[in-house]
């Protein structure tokens, strides 16, 4: 190819591309720089966008300092702390959990069945609707004396139990794996079809061999099955941990980050994860601390990928 | 006959079919399952007579729509009865007819129904309740309430709850009442506006990052450009990081743009979609070269290459990230709740006018879910629809990877 051909095809290209590649700058990457200068300053001293004071690193320090304070060690923001644990809990909680239920569904429709379709339709629609209104569907099914689980349960316990008195989201016990058990169950059926895509492909002569083998369906199940499904769960784990990291609508849709649980001298919002967390430093005007918050997030993030990355490629050699 | 059975297959014991034990429980799981389906036959059939009498009911004549009722109630039993004796002795005539191993086979195909069944009853219970509880009169939202033991799918649906949600109810019944309904804004405010913004800004939104991501999607796919590889690699890259992170700067830029309030924000920093582009470079790769080679040999220009040959032919995946990308904007709650003025009627979407709306009915059923129903309902038929392409487009990526 001659050069101005070859200038006229880098034109063209570039012209093809200018409208994603402006918008990615300006919207994509541009924020990321901007963010950590935004980071640096503070805007507590009254709500509004021109109210910013430089501060330097001392976002950083009161979210991941400890201070001295009544002989023993204290975090200078123990909500931002107490909020990565209610994270890794939401994620420990349902990333298990949700696995398990599509690996559940993905074995019972791995069987010739009439309306197979129909099942993998049904399971899967859920993770289409909207986030905010199931969640909201789902606090009026938890609430006490007028929800569904509430009214079920009176008719099977009557009335003097805890479904109808105080229901699954207002106790800080169960707030959290009642969220999780909802959101479970509406993520269920996107992991059920990638599981039986995988199943599918697994060849029926694998499961004869081991049967002249003499090996039995549980043990056909964990060192054949569960092997050659390993990708799926490994990818299931990651999108389920960016997963728990991102969360803040179903937090916000059922329970806003409560009810309050008391710990040591803290008084912690139960179901107050991560990304709940940050919208509220934002939400009070905070935005140099909430943009550093990210910035932590972002660096955990990258922290698990990275191990995670390095854990697999051990794994494929 | 079982002995034979025994000595043909040593390895699965479970193939024989005939110990008491397990004929009780075969006894009990087929009166659950017939109690099952006679339940939900009848809260089916129930169902149709509804949307049957809302109909009748549409031309306002309510006696009417009672008439409706009361006339379907025989064919409702009548079907139900059908149903559970067609059940009953299908199930029966193959027990006695088939042997011990087969037995088996039937008990399990039967768990596995039972399993799916509960499994789908379980999952879409949530939905079903929301569309039966947004017909129900005020008063009679509950599940058990006075008039009814078990009340699931509403005995008087009405659309009062659609009115109110609406803002249509405006009949003043005093003067507070029509002064009320007079603010034009506080009119506005109604579940109409909302679906109407938030179909708007999911439709500009998807057919602009479609446009978009085709076109990046094709140079990275077919055509030559410098750097082009590391380029790709840093929008990979960029996916890593989670989207909580761009919530503050780019509120801040949105600001001071001077966009605050409007659709183009809720629209503008999401335009630029990586996932699109590697959708779409996956799918383009396949075309072949020699299509593209064949129409500039004819003379055709840049654009009509892509216009004539790559379009047409990626039209299936292009598709399928109209629809993703609808989806994601129809429910991207966070964003639109941050950058939606709520002085302003035309900036509050769907999800954010049902949290608004929230707020004021905490507790009231009927209101919230024929509020909920306006968010539900569309994608819902939407998929039914379409399911195809949202299936594959979602779990396709996530292979691929």
Known sequence: MSAPQNSRETASSLLFLSPFLILFSVFLLFPILYSLYLSFYDSSQGFGLTNLRWVGLSNYFQILGIHWEGGAWKFNDPAFWWSLAVTFLYGGLSIPLGIAAALFLALLLNNKLYGKSFFRSAFFLPNILDMLVVGVIWTLIYAPKYGALAQISSAILGPEQFFNKVGPLASPYTALPAIVFAMVLKGAGFGMVLF???LQNIPEAVYEAADIDGATKTQQFWYITLPLLQPIIFFMVITGIIGSLNAFTEIYAMTAGGPQIVIGEETLGSTSVAGYYLYKQFEGGRFGYAAAISYVLLAITLGITWIQQRFFAGDKR | MNTQTVQAEPQTPAAQGGSPLRVVIFVTLFVAMIALCVGICGQLYKFLT???????????????????????????????????????????????ATHAEQRA?????????????????????????????????????????????????????????????????????????????????????????????????????????????????????????????????????????????????????????????????????????????????????????????????????????????IIPLAMPIILTLFLLTFLSHWSNFLWQLIVTDFENPLSITLPVGLALFRGQYTSDLGLIMSASCFSIVPIVILFLFAQRYFIEGMTQGAVKE
């Open chain 2, 50 to 96: 509804m949307v049957a009498a809302a109909f009748a009911a549409r031309g306002g004549d309510p006696a009417k729509a009672g008439e409706v009722m009361k006339n379907m109630a025989w064919m409702v039993d009548a079907l139900t009865a059908a149903t559970a004796l067609a059940l009953a002795s299908i199930t029966i005539r193959r027990w006695i």
């Open chain 1, 196 to 198: 039986l895509a995988a």
């Open chain 2, 105 to 309: 086979a039937f008990l399990r195909t039967f768990f596995l129904y039972l399993c799916l069944t509960a499994g789908v009853v379980v999952v879409l219970f949530p939905f079903f309740w929301m569309l039966c509880t947004s017909f129900k009169p005020a008063g009679t939202e509950l599940l058990i309430n006075t008039a009814n033991p078990f009340d699931i799918v509403p005995a008087e649906p009405t659309i009062t709850n659609f009115k109110k949600v609406l803002k249509l109810d405006a009949a003043p019944v005093s003067a507070e009442a029509s002064q009320a309904v007079v603010d034009p804004v506080e009119a506005k405010k109604n579940f109409g506006t909302y679906f109407m913004n938030s179909l708007v800004v999911a439709t500009l939104a998807a057919f602009l990052v479609t446009l978009f991501a085709s076109m990046g999607g094709y140079v990275f796919a077919k055509k030559e450009l410098p750097y082009k590889q590391q380029l790709f690699g840093v929008l990979m890259a960029t996916m890593m990081i989670p989207g909580m992170m761009y919530m503050v700067p780019q509120f801040f830029m949105v600001c001071s743009m001077g966009l605050f309030g409007t659709k183009l924000a809720m629209i503008l920093p999401h335009l630029a979609s990586v996932f699109g582009i590697f959708m779409l470079k996956q799918f383009m790769e396949t075309i072949p070269s020699s299509l593209i080679e064949a129409a500039r040999i004819d003379g055709a220009s840049e654009w009509q290459i892509f216009r004539v040959v």
